[in-house]
Nanobody, 116 residues
Framework: QVQLVESGGGLVQPGGSLRLSCAAS????????MGWYRQAPGNERELVAT???????VYADSVKGRFTISRDNFKNTVNLQMNSLKPEDTAVYLC??????????WGTGTPVTVSS
């Protein structure tokens, strides 16, 4: 099993920045993909950004140029630097991991609110 713990969410004004962090523990050597999804009230969960163990990254079109994902395979962490935040970025952000065998794990989520 893998456990994922997120931190760093909060309230920020439009145009501001936040940095989310996720720490993995347990069977971390089985993890290939780590990343972030988000879910706003009434909406489906959507991909924000993911990265593979060899740093292949994918971003949602809505965050390209504003968000940057980074991963430390030694510390088993994945971070999401979010700049130029917009009200539509408001959501619960969930850390995600997927093993080489396809097993999925999720964190409990950290809320991000972008509002003036």
């Amino acid at each position: 099993q893998v456990q994922l713990v997120e931190s760093g969410g909060g309230l920020v004004q439009p145009g501001g920045s936040l940095r989310l962090s996720c720490a993995a523990s347990g069977r971390v050597l089985s993890i290939d993909v780590m990343g972030w999804y988000r879910q706003a009230p009434g909406n489906e969960r959507e991909l924000v950004a993911t990265t593979t163990r060899v740093n292949g990254t994918v971003y949602a079109d809505s965050v390209k140029g504003r968000f940057t994902i980074s991963r430390d395979n030694f510390k088993n962490t994945v971070n999401l630097q979010m700049n130029s935040l917009k009200p539509e970025d408001t959501a619960v952000y969930l850390c995600h991991a997927r093993s080489y065998a396809g097993t999925l794990w999720w964190g409990t989520g950290t809320p991000v609110t972008v509002s003036s």
